[in-house]
């Protein structure tokens, strides 16, 4: 295995349309995240999966905003009704966590750039 | 919500000098962790620093945790121009009280002049 994989790489859509990315983890990792970056700052956090349960959303997501991790291995995140403001590099990273371990090394993908028209 | 300020912004650096770049947060934290960010790639994990206090060398990068575990600093030694890019610093409270999901600085963008 390579590491997290994300597809699209790339995606231009005209204002309102649904998207879908998707993210691939370094296989056996148990978590799964989604951060947003967007230009001249750090990724912001989003929402993570610990396997199939979706255990925190972040305010930044709003309604149109759903992700899901339906079989604890790739995720999906979705963006319906797209907006100009939503235009973004959208990141996915795994990690493997163990109960007794209080870290959280993460481990990124390469993103998907996501251009609304 | 809690902010990370990465300092210096940018950087302007000639082939083969040092740099230093530093992270501080009005709160503690428990992991610290620097990335490296090429445009239109993820960030490749760097170094990752799980004690205050400690020291970590890969290659010719070294980061250190902070005593007071509210700051960082990453140095690049002998500088060659694959090192350009976009460095972050992220900081994680304990996975039990906060998810260890990362808060991130918004990057140091070095250049580096052959």
């Known amino acids: 295995d390579t590491g997290v994989s994300q597809d699209p790489r790339h995606k231009i859509t005209k204002r309102g349309q649904n998207v879908t990315f998707r993210c691939d983890p370094i296989?056996?990792?148990?978590?799964l995240y989604w951060y947003r970056q967007t230009l001249g700052q750090g990724p912001e956090f989003l929402t993570y999966?610990?396997?199939?349960?979706?255990?925190?959303k972040s305010r930044l997501l709003s309604d149109r905003f759903s992700a899901e991790r339906p079989k604890g291995s790739f995720s999906t995140l979705e963006i319906q009704r797209t907006e100009q403001g939503d235009s973004a590099m959208y990141l996915c990273?795994?990690?493997?966590?163990?109960?007794?371990?209080?870290?959280?090394?993460?481990?990124f993908g390469p993103g998907t750039r996501l251009t609304v028209l | 919500g809690q902010q990370l300020n990465q300092s210096p912004q940018s950087m302007f650096i000639q082939e083969g000098e040092d740099v230093s770049m530093n992270c501080t947060s009005s709160s503690i934290f428990n992991t610290w962790l620097w990335y490296k960010q090429d445009p239109g790639e993820g960030p490749v994990l760097l170094i990752a620093?799980?004690?205050?206090?400690e020291l970590t060398s890969n290659g010719r990068l070294t980061a250190q945790f902070g005593i007071t575990r509210k700051d960082s600093f990453l140095n690049i030694s002998a500088s060659i121009p694959s090192d350009v890019g976009i460095y972050f610093c992220a900081g994680q409270h304990p996975v039990r009280t906060n998810a260890g999901k990362s808060t991130f600085g918004d990057g140091t963008t070095l250049t580096v002049k052959p």
């Open positions: 999966f610990q396997n199939e349960a979706q255990l925190e």
């Open positions: 990273a795994s990690s493997f966590i163990r109960l007794a371990k209080r870290t959280d090394t993460q481990y």
């Open positions: 296989s056996e990792h148990n978590r």
């Open positions: 620093l799980y004690k205050a206090g």
